[in-house]
Structure formats: structure tokens, C-alpha cells
């Protein structure tokens, strides 16, 4: 986006277009962490789902010639990442973030391996809604640009939001995450349940891949994600467990990814690099507060770890 026509004005566009933009993958990697969490356990290797899903969706859609099988496929590259982390999650005396770590390390290491052949091809893009089309400013038009994988996203995160409260699968699921013990005796599967979520989980954050390859930035190189799938771990934190807020706290992390390029616009370029560095400050930032002995078990199923009796 060139706002530079519009002056500080187009700084706001900018930010719009970087939260309408940007906000895709925080969404769908917290959403995936969502759900994961609420069953009782913790996935920190997303992000290696992450980067398999963006160049397993690129690949597709090159050989292809259909992004949307790269995005069927991304997903089904974060399921079949799912089930070796729910399987070895489910061993006796293994650690989930041991676990996590290790599955982050073998899925970017596979990914980065895969990838080498198609960091030069060009593949189809995913295509974009021109919601900007009614303006003759190209800013306008650039800032309204938008993929339907987000509103495919926010379709998701009101859905997972209504499934938890209202469906008896997501009672189910909320009744393994506060006491596995307790979902065992009334008669349901807590490994089924955990490795579906897992599973459930990991692929959404192969979409999530797939749109860092296939729409913005729109290419495959290695670590793509710039780490955008641990960041998604302390935003389901942020959101408390709660899919709708997850919605919210993505767009914000989006916003916050188009502050330093719209600032360069207009000619501020002192501290580029601080603006561009705003979503992992502000990660750190959400971790201090958060980390609060007070709030920080507000929302968080009971198997976690994380919830005191006194809470």
C-alpha cells in the first residue's frame, strides 16, 4: 500500500489494510490453540504446522494450478502433523511441551527441506475480494483487499464459539479440559477427544500456512511464519479461552503488523524496525499482564495447570 498521496490520512488505511491482511494467521493459529487448550493440552509446535501448511499449499498449487487445493491440502499436512503430536502426547511420562518444542523443530526443519524447490516457481495466488473497488484511490483500494479465508476465519470463530457452549460435543470437550478424570468416569474417550482437538487444531494452523504462502506475503521462503505460531499461544491467553475474543486479539496483532510500513509512508523512518517489532512487543506485553496470579487463570480449563481452587 502507497498512502503516501494521502498523507498522515492514509496511516489509518494502512493499518487497516495490515489488520485485514495481517490477522488471518493469528486467527486461525488461535483458534486451532483454542481448541487444543480446552481439551486439556497445549501444542506449541503450530508454528512447525504452520510452515509444513504454507509450503505443502504452495507446492499443490503449483503442480495444481489450484489454490484452493493448496489450502485443502496445507490443512491436511496440519492434520497428519496433529496425530504424531496427539499420539506421542498421549505416552505415559511425556512432557506437552517437550513434545511441542520437538514438533515445531521437526516440522520447520521439514518444511525449510521440502521448500528449497519452490522458493523461485510461482504459484496460483488465493484470490481477493475488492471491497475497495467503489474508490479511485489506490490506498483505499489496496486497504480493502481482502482474502475470504478471513471471513471463512470469522465464520469459524463465532461457530467454535456456539459449538463450545451449546453442542454436546463441545460440552464433552469442555468437560475433558477441567477434569479428564471426571470425562472418564461419566464414560467418554479422553484421548479420542484430546487427539481430535490436536489434530482439529494443528490444521487450521495449516490453513493459516497456506495464506502466509499463497496470499500475503504470497510466496514460499524459509521460516515464512516469523514465529507467528508461538505468538499464538499467548493470544489464547489474552483471548481467555474464548474463540470470539480470539477474533479480536488477531485483528489486533494484524493492526499492529501495519503500523511500521504505514509510518514509513509518510517518511517516519527513525524507528521502522520498532514499529515493525510491534506485535512481538506486544506479545510481551500481554505475557506481563496476564501473568498476573490473579487473572491469569481466568478461562483456563482446570487440566491445564493453570487454575488455583481460591480463582
Known sequence: MTPD???WWGIPLAILGGLLRGSVPFLFVSLGECLTEKSGKINLGL???LLLGAVTGYALSYHSGSAWIGVIGAGGAGLALGAIHAWLVQQRRVNDISVGIAMMIFGGGLA??????YIQPTAPQLPALHWGDWSDLPAVQSALRVSPLLLIGIAIAFTMQWFFRATRWGLIIRAVGESPTAAKA??????RTQTACIMVGAG????AGAYLSLYFP???NEN???GQGLLAVALVIFARWNPRQCLYAALLFGGTQGLGPALQSVGVEGYYYVFNAMPYLLTLVIMVVTCSPV???VGAPASLGQSRPDA
Open 5 to 7: 498521496s494521502l498523507g
Open 47 to 49: 508454528e512447525g504446522s
Open 112 to 117: 525449510n527441506y521440502l521448500g528449497k524447490p
Open 186 to 191: 461419566m464414560g467418554f474417550s479422553v484421548g
Open 204 to 207: 487450521l494452523a495449516g490453513i
Open 218 to 220: 504470497g510466496s514460499w
Open 224 to 226: 515464512i511464519s516469523s
Open 295 to 297: 487473572r491469569s487463570s
